[in-house]
Nanobody
Framework: QVQLQESGPGLVKPSQTLSLTCTVS??????????WSWIRQPPGKALEWMGA???????YYRPSLKSRTSISRDTSKNQFTLQLNSVTPEATAVYYC????????????????WGQGTQVTVSS
């Protein structure tokens, strides 16, 4: 059974880099045709897809975040990582990692397998 678990600091200061890791079990992140996404939900707002890394290693980003976002992976640990640079309080949100069966750039998606989510607050 596929499971995903987010980890990382719950509090980040403005202008710093937000860094989260998703540990995957039950399937290899290099398995064919899978995509590994990061999605966030700010308080009172809709889910927002941030980006993804494909099983082959290609990366895809939300255009509005592309200049500040990086997604990478460590295949030896079966993990993938999100880095969001120069954060502001507007980056405060619950952050989710997820597995998709194709490249899906929306907040909600049929068949998406979610992690439990982790709260990140940006505050000084």
């Amino acid at each position: 059974q596929v499971q995903l678990q987010e980890s990382g600091p719950g509090l980040v200061k403005p202008s710093q880099t937000l860094s989260l890791t998703c540990t995957v079990s039950g399937v290899s992140i290099t398995s064919n045709s899978l995509y590994w996404s990061w999605i966030r939900q700010p308080p009172g707002k809709a889910l927002e897809w941030m980006g993804a890394i494909a099983s082959r290693g290609s990366t895809y980003y939300r255009p509005s975040l592309k200049s500040r976002t990086s997604i990478s992976r460590d295949t030896s640990k079966n993990q993938f990582t999100l880095q969001l640079n120069s954060v502001t309080p507007e980056a405060t949100a619950v952050y989710y990692c997820a597995r998709d069966l194709g490249l899906i750039t929306t907040g909600q998606a049929t068949g998406r397998k979610w992690g439990q989510g982790t709260q990140v607050t940006v505050s000084s």
